[in-house]
C-alpha cells in the first residue's frame, strides 16, 4: 500500500468547550442535559492496517475537535473481537456514556452490546451492522448498493462477456454478506454471460494476492475483478499485475477491467492513471462525522425517527436500533477530481 495516514493523530483525542450538537440530523425529541455538561465519548478504531480506516481515523480526530467533544484516549482493536471487547470495558470504568465502534465480527459482539445495553450506554456502530445486540444508531452506506453498482459498472465495461475475479471481504461480516450477495444477484440477472469466480480473503490483502494469483494461472482469459475493499486490495492488486505484466491501461488491448469499493486517495489515483476502472467511494468524513453527532446526542438523551435526514441520506429501522444510510457515489474517470468527494481532500 502506499503509505497510510497514520493513525497516531486518532489517538491524541482532543477535549473542548462544548460547542453545541452541530447541525440537526433528524427529526427527534431532545431531552439533552444542561448545555454546560460534555458527556465522555469512547471511541473505538477497529484496525490500522487499511488506508480507508486510516483516513476515517483522521478525520474522527478532526471532529472530536470540530465538534468540541468530551472524548475518552481513542482506542485501536486491530481486528480483534477479544481486544473491542477489552477496550469497551476501559471506556465504561473511564465513565463514557456513549460509544462508537466499527465491530469487524458483527456476530461476536453481542454480548458486549448486551452489557452495554444495561448499562444504558448506547452504541454508534460504524460502517458494520451488528446482527443482534441493542444500537443506537448504525451510521453506514447502503453496502447492497456497492455490491450492485460495482457489478453494473463491471457488467457494462465487459459488455456483459467474460470472467471476472470476486475479491470477498469476510462472509461474517454483515458489509462483505451484503457486498457478495448483491453482486451476485445483479451478475446472475443482468450479466448471465460473466462467469464470477468467488475468492473469499476476510479483507486480508496477502490472502487477496495469493487467491487472485492462483485464479490467474487457471484462468488466463480473466478480464475483470471486482474488489470489495481498496484500502486493503489495492496495492496487492496493482503490484501482482505489474509483476505478471498484466497492468495494461484503461483502453489497450489487454486490460483488466476493476471495480473497487472504499473511494480513498490511492483508488482516485489509481483511476486517473487508467489502472482501475472506478469505485465505490465510501464515505471517511460523514462516518466521522456522524457516528461521533450520534454518540454525543445519544449521550445527551436525544432520539430519532426513520425517515429522511437533511444530509442527503435515509434512517431506516433495523430490529435492533435504527440505521442512517449515507450516500456513496460511483467514481470514474468523468468525476475523479470532484473536490466534494472525501478522497480529494483527506490529509489537507
Not at 445486540?133 to 455490491?147: E, I, L, S, T, W
Request: glycine share 10%; hydrophobic share 40%; proline share 5%.
Amino acid at each position: 500500500m502506499n503509505t497510510p495516514i497514520s493513525r497516531t493523530a486518532a489517538a491524541a483525542a482532543t477535549v473542548l468547550l462544548l460547542a453545541g450538537l452541530g447541525t440537526a440530523c433528524n427529526r427527534g425529541s431532545d431531552n439533552s442535559a444542561a448545555a454546560g455538561d460534555r458527556p465522555a465519548i469512547g471511541v473505538d478504531l477497529p484496525r490500522a492496517d487499511s488506508d480507508f480506516w486510516n483516513s476515517y481515523a483522521q478525520y474522527v480526530n478532526k471532529d472530536v475537535a470540530g465538534q468540541g467533544l468530551n472524548a475518552l484516549p481513542v482506542s485501536n482493536s486491530q481486528n480483534d473481537v477479544t481486544k473491542l471487547v477489552a477496550n469497551v470495558q476501559v471506556f465504561q470504568n473511564t465513565g463514557a456514556k456513549a460509544v462508537v465502534m466499527a465491530p469487524q465480527d458483527t456476530g461476536a459482539i453481542a454480548s458486549t452490546l448486551d452489557q452495554l445495553a444495561a448499562k444504558k450506554i448506547p452504541v454508534v456502530s460504524v460502517d458494520t451492522r451488528p446482527d443482534k445486540g441493542q444500537v443506537f444508531m448504525v451510521v453506514r452506506a447502503d453496502n447492497k448498493a456497492y455490491g450492485s453498482k460495482a457489478c453494473e459498472y463491471l457488467g457494462k465495461q465487459l459488455g456483459g462477456k467474460g470472467k471476472v475475479a470476486e475479491l470477498q471481504g469476510a462472509l461474517d461480516s454483515i458489509n462483505g454478506r451484503d457486498r457478495s450477495e448483491a453482486f451476485a444477484a445483479c451478475m446472475k440477472q443482468q450479466f448471465p454471460g460473466i462467469q464470477v469466480i468467488e475468492l473469499a480473503t476476510d479483507w486480508k490483502g496477502d490472502v487477496a494476492s495469493a487467491k487472485l494469483q492462483s485464479t490467474l494461472a487457471a484462468n488466463p482469459d480473466l478480464n475483470g475483478v471486482y474488489m470489495q475493499a481498496g484500502g486493503v486490495f489495492l496495492q496487492p492488486t496493482l503490484a501482482l499485475f505489474q509483476q505478471k505484466g498484466l497492468l495494461k491501461p484503461v483502453g489497450e488491448p489487454g486490460h483488466i477491467a476493476i471495480v473497487s469499493n472504499d473511494g480513498i486517495p490511492q483508488e482516485f489515483e489509481a483511476i486517473r492513471k487508467g489502472q482501475i476502472d472506478a469505485t465505490v467511494s465510501q464515505p471517511a468524513d460523514l462516518y466521522a462525522k456522524y457516528a461521533l453527532y450520534y454518540a454525543n446526542a445519544a449521550a445527551r438523551g436525544k432520539t430519532f425517527k426513520a425517515g429522511p435526514t437533511d444530509h442527503d441520506s435515509t434512517i431506516i429501522e433495523l430490529p435492533n436500533g435504527l440505521e442512517d444510510q449515507l450516500p456513496a457515489p460511483l467514481v470514474t474517470k468523468d468525476n475523479v477530481d470532484d473536490t466534494s468527494l472525501w478522497g480529494n481532500s483527506v490529509g489537507k
